[in-house]
């Protein structure tokens, strides 16, 4: 087994230079020790960034919007999916989260992720 050495990331200065280091090393060779050094960085970058700047799951309606818009859809095709006017209404209006039902009609119909739909909606 081949040892790497790599910097343990402590705070935002190590995090900037093992980003530093990871471009120099980009498009380096699978099972080298510059490609290990790589992967190493990689996965270290991640469990930092992950702990110290973590991501919140995508808002279900701003979701949504986003998906009428690419599709060029209205409120009447939404409607459709969901079951009426209203329910599109209170779900927009943050007032009722996604049923089942209507969760699964959202993904297979606008291939929406499940993941993201079945996340209660933020505050406006």
């Known amino acids: 087994m081949r040892m ?11 995090l900037e230079f093992a980003i530093k280091r ?4 980009w498009g380096a060779e ?13 996965v270290l970058v ?8 973590p991501i919140d799951p995508p808002d279900p309606v701003e979701t949504v919007l986003a998906a009428m ?6 409120r009447g095709e939404l409607a459709k999916i ?17 049923t089942k039902t209507m969760i699964r009609r959202l993904h297979e119909e606008w291939s929406i992720p499940l993941e ?9």
Do not use: C, M, W
Request: hydrophobic residues 30%; proline residues 3%.
């Open 69 to 74: 818009e690419e599709r060029g859809a209205t």
């Open 82 to 98: 969901l079951g009426g006017a209203s329910r599109v209404s209170e779900f927009l209006n943050r007032k009722r989260n996604l």
């Open 46 to 53: 991640e469990a930092y960034e992950q702990e110290h700047y």
């Open 22 to 25: 990871i471009e120099e090393l």
């Open 116 to 124: 993201v739909l079945v996340q209660e909606s933020r505050e406006g």
């Open 30 to 42: 699978l099972d080298t020790p510059e490609g290990d050094e790589l992967e190493a960085l990689v």
């Open 4 to 14: 790497v050495t790599v910097p343990v990331i402590k705070n935002d200065d190590d």
